[in-house]
């Protein structure tokens, strides 16, 4: 399972390295924290003028509280997280230092699933499921980074299909 995810994020990150162009204040990669649901490091990958793909590494679980209720038992704890979009953004100013984006894209999460048929024990959760997303985001003028205030739903496939949870976040990326 670890080699799985390995090879996933190996891949997604070798492919947001072909090189593109950006445009205005915004460049070709950006990298930052987002605070959250996911929270984490996040990475941004610009494509063109309108285009860009997302990826959130970090934890998941946290921010809307660690004991939830998930099939017939529970999450009790903070589990791994990578979360990918691709992007539309569009310049909501003329000077386009505000932007507004939305995308679509999916969830790997892995968590420990306290079951009622373990008693007490656990066992690790691996979850899938697709993810929209949409936000704001600040480019100050003449300056390097960008903070962005985003909001979306999730929706897992498998292990249980139709969960529903909240994403939403927070963040600072720097832009080179």
Not at 58 to 75: A, K
């Amino acid at each position: 399972m670890r080699k799985s995810l390995l090879v996933v994020t190996l891949l997604l990150l070798g492919w947001l390295m072909t090189v593109n162009t950006a445009s205005a204040q915004y460049n070709n990669w950006s990298i930052g924290a987002r605070i959250g649901e996911p929270s984490g490091v996040n990475v941004r990958k610009y494509f063109g003028n309108n285009h860009a793909f997302d990826l959130n590494i970090g934890t998941y679980g946290g921010l809307y509280g660690t004991n939830r209720s998930y099939r017939s038992g529970d999450y009790k704890s903070v589990g791994l997280t990578i979360q990918g979009h691709f992007l539309w953004h569009t310049a909501l100013t003329k000077s386009e230092s505000i932007r507004a984006y939305y995308g679509f894209g999916g969830q790997i999460n892995n968590r420990k699933y306290y079951p009622p048929r373990l008693n007490g024990d656990y066992e690790n959760a691996l979850s899938l499921g697709g993810s929209g997303i949409g936000g704001l985001e600040f480019f100050p003028a003449g300056k390097p980074y960008s903070i962005f205030l985003e909001t979306g739903l999730y929706v897992e496939l498998l292990q249980a299909p139709f969960f529903l949870g909240l994403n939403s976040g927070i963040g600072a990326r720097y832009n080179f």
